[in-house]
């Protein structure tokens, strides 16, 4: 790895790792003061909520962050190929947002347990919106990462803010997933129109029949990134489907804990892709990386699950803070799990364009 190659590395990833970071305090700053706000019950309706929105959205992602990715990493030089890329992403992500925006008015009206929450799932409906906009993958494909943690701040400010003065008393919880979605808007349609001015993207919307094509021919880079990333935001919402909301707290807060260990290994994961993409001799290099930080954080997860939540979040129930703790221990080889799956599927198969053995790999897994 040259300097060139190496700065640019150290960039990317300190970029990627400050959006992690920013992730990370706003979970340990703000969950305790919502649980404190809301109540652990009222904070595991919003958490179901959550649960079910970021499958969707994920849903609306259609495997951007590979397939468009790796495309924009070999033609970011070729403004007519950009412009194209752009205009293929945005068409498939609006008619997929449409689609989400439509199935989760039919639960709502059809289905009672939702139909009772009905004003959270029309305020969950703007964060669908709110993501409609979002370009870290064109940031990931130019490699222009440093721009990233400015948005996610941004976003996160504006919901910080709004939740110290709108959260209040227990029924506000209703409204936390709507502060959220202004947030994520606001500075989603500001970098929006930044790309549109700086490398003058023309808005060409994709007919139906196209999107359905792209639909199809990239199922498998959908499913790769998808299924992995869903794991345990799937395990949140079986809960909430069959348990109770205080149980739904207990998961996700643990959860949030095996994804903050899973920082670094997110981070190199997308540095890395971008990178052997462009230059596959440095494969053996990110599996060593990779790996090797796996191990670690599966370790220190599991060794730090009984000291965290007491300081963290100030639970006086005793019981609830050994089931978080448990939940901690039990998820602990979550990040070298997943540093199997970028080490050798992300930044392996996909890399040689074996999306479809992959595919078959993660379906079989799951």
């Not at 439509?102 to 009772?116: E, H, K, Q, S, Y």
């Not at 348990?243 to 643990?254: E, T």
């Not at 009984?306 to 019981?319: H, T, Y």
Request: hydrophobic share 55%; charged share 10%.
């Amino acid at each position: 790895m040259n300097k060139k190659n190496l700065y640019q590395f150290l960039e990317n990833t300190v970029s990627l790792f400050s959006v992690k970071v920013i992730d990370l305090a706003l979970a340990i700053l703000l969950i305790p003061y919502l649980i404190l706000k809301v109540g652990i019950v009222n904070y595991g309706k919003y958490a179901f909520v959550i649960s079910l929105v970021l499958f969707l959205v994920n849903i609306t992602n259609y495997g951007f962050n590979l397939k468009a990715v790796r495309a924009l990493a070999k033609y970011r030089d070729d403004s007519n190929k950009v412009n194209a890329l752009f205009n293929e992403v945005f068409s498939v992500k609006l008619y997929l947002t449409a689609a989400t925006l439509l199935f989760l008015a039919v639960l709502v009206l059809v289905i009672p347990g939702f139909r009772m929450h009905a004003l959270v799932y029309v305020f969950a409906s703007f964060m669908l919106l709110g993501d409609l906009f979002s370009l870290r993958w064109f940031f990931m494909g130019i490699e222009k990462m440093k721009y990233i943690p400015a948005i996610n701040l941004g976003a996160s400010l504006i919901y910080v803010l709004l939740v110290l003065v709108f959260i209040q008393q227990p029924k506000d919880y209703e409204f936390i997933i709507l502060l959220e979605s202004i947030g994520l808007l606001i500075v989603n349609m500001i970098s929006f129109l930044y790309i549109l001015l700086e490398y003058n993207v023309k808005i060409q919307l994709l007919s139906f029949k196209k999107v359905r094509q792209y639909v199809i021919v990239n199922w498998s880079s959908f499913i790769n990134l998808f299924i992995p990333s869903m794991l345990s935001n799937t395990a949140v919402f079986l809960v909430g489907v069959f348990s109770v909301p205080a149980n739904v707290s207990i998961i996700q807060l643990g959860v949030k804990v095996a994804n903050g260990f899973t920082t670094i290994n997110a981070v190199l994961t997308k540095v890395f892709y971008a990178m052997v993409n462009r230059k596959v001799q440095i494969l053996r290099t990110s599996f060593s990386v990779i790996l090797g930080i796996g191990i670690l954080l599966s370790i220190a997860m599991f060794m730090s699950a009984d000291v965290l939540i007491g300081p963290w979040l100030k639970i006086e129930d005793a019981l609830v803070e050994q089931q978080i703790s448990f939940i901690i221990k039990v998820l602990s080889p979550t990040p070298f799990l997943m540093a199997v799956i970028s080490a050798y599927g992300i930044n392996g198969l996909l890399v040689y364009g074996k999306d479809k053995l992959f595919g078959y790999i993660t379906l079989i897994a799951t």
